[in-house]
């Protein structure tokens, strides 16, 4: 993954939504909202990223060379329990778009991940991929991920990681194990602190949004 292939969402709105998400005090219902809102924001930019498809449609007043993006050709697959609520953003803006899950624990002590399950489409290996989780920290979770869409055939250069917050450690770890694994992401933050969370971080993500903190 060169710089290239680390793509941070160019939104203004972002900030506005990241402020009340990173905000330690605002209630669930209000983070599951903003949160809603800026995962949308995150999957249609990465949804096109792979609209490459020239298109000519015509308008009412003329022609207009523009990109289609087709469902059949790609997949959307989340990593448990974070990546969930991504992924319904992705299902909601691609309805009928075929749908994988991997459920992939990073462990409180250690920060190592575990992996405990995963249902893929049954023609994964010939789709573009686009992997949903929401946190990258130590890369852990994001990279046994990829090493199981592999195992299945996929080839890294056909996943796209959807990403609200990364920082650098995750980013490197990504690059050096799969550089050709396009990350698009919502934020770059500073990095880890001692407990491997991200720093500033908004804590849990998966806790904050399904209220189990
Ligand atoms: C979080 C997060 C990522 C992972 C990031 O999930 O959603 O999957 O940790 O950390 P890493 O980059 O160091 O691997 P967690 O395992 O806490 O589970 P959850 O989705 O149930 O909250």
Redesign the pocket.
């Known amino acids: 993954m060169t710089d290239s292939n680390v793509i941070v969402i160019p939104s203004k709105a972002c900030l506005n939504l990241f402020t009340t998400i990173r905000d330690q005090t605002t209630p669930p219902a209000q983070f599951q909202f903003a949160a809603d809102r800026l995962m949308t924001i995150l999957a249609e930019e990465t949804i096109a990223e792979l609209a490459t498809t020239p298109v000519t449609v015509h308008t009412p007043v003329a022609a207009f060379d523009g990109v289609a993006v087709s469902t059949d050709s790609m997949c959307a697959v989340s990593?448990?329990?974070?990546?969930d609520s991504l992924l319904e953003c992705v299902r909601r803006l691609l309805p009928g778009v075929s749908t994988g899950k991997i459920l992939?624990?990073?462990d409180e002590e250690t920060?190592l991940?575990k992996m405990f399950y995963s249902k893929l489409p049954p023609d994964v290996a010939s789709k573009k991929v686009i992997l949903c989780?929401?946190?990258?920290?130590?890369?852990?979770?994001?990279i046994m991920a990829i090493e199981s869409l592999e195992s299945f055939g996929v080839e890294p250069k056909n996943i796209i990681f959807s990403n609200v917050v990364a920082c650098p450690e995750?980013l490197k770890a990504m690059a050096d194990r799969y550089p050709d694994v396009k990350v698009v992401t919502a934020c770059i933050d500073e990095g880890l602190n001692e407990k491997?969370f991200i720093v500033p971080g908004l804590g849990?993500?998966?806790?904050r949004f399904f209220n189990t903190v």
Do not use: C, E, N, V
């Open positions: 990593i448990i329990r974070a990546g992939i624990q990073r920060a991940p989780d929401p946190m990258l920290a130590t890369g852990g979770s994001a995750g491997k849990d993500y998966g806790d």
